[in-house]
């Protein structure tokens, strides 16, 4: 067994059972209930330039801080990675990787590709390709 595994075991005794038995029970959720029709808090009864702000700041959201979110919340869960599919911590981090280098080189490939081919074969493809490839790992989350 090689040493990251070894340390990664250790994590696993002591730390990794103390988290999960924190962790919330299905029954401890609360239902969220209107206090009636016209309910000021229920994003329904929202004015309309509330509800276009609201979903202007999700939007800005997903689309700016996607990018270092998405690249720095992978990371703390690589040791759970490793130890739950016996792998190592650079097997574990290969998904980060593969996302750097997506958001890397995707927009510099798709811009020129989708402005001389045109968007709807680039679309068809991308739509292909992204298939194929969870037609091809499906039976690997069956293990």
Known sequence: MSSSLTELHGIESSKLCREKLLLPKRTDFVELQWDGPDDPENPKNWPLWQRWYCTFVVAWM?????????????????????????????????GLSVHLIGLA?????????????????????QAITRQSF??????????
Request: net charge negative; hydrophobic share 45%; proline share 8%.
């Open 105 to 125: 080189c995707g927009p510099t490939l798709a811009a020129p590709i989708s402005e001389t081919v045109g968007r709807d074969l680039y679309l068809f493809f």
């Open 62 to 94: 997903f689309s700016v801080v996607h990018a270092t979110f998405g690249s720095s919340i992978f990371v703390p869960g690589t040791d759970y990675m490793a130890i739950e599919f016996g792998t190592s911590r650079p097997v574990a981090l290969i």
């Open 134 to 143: 969870r037609v091809l790992t499906r039976p690997f989350l069956e293990l």
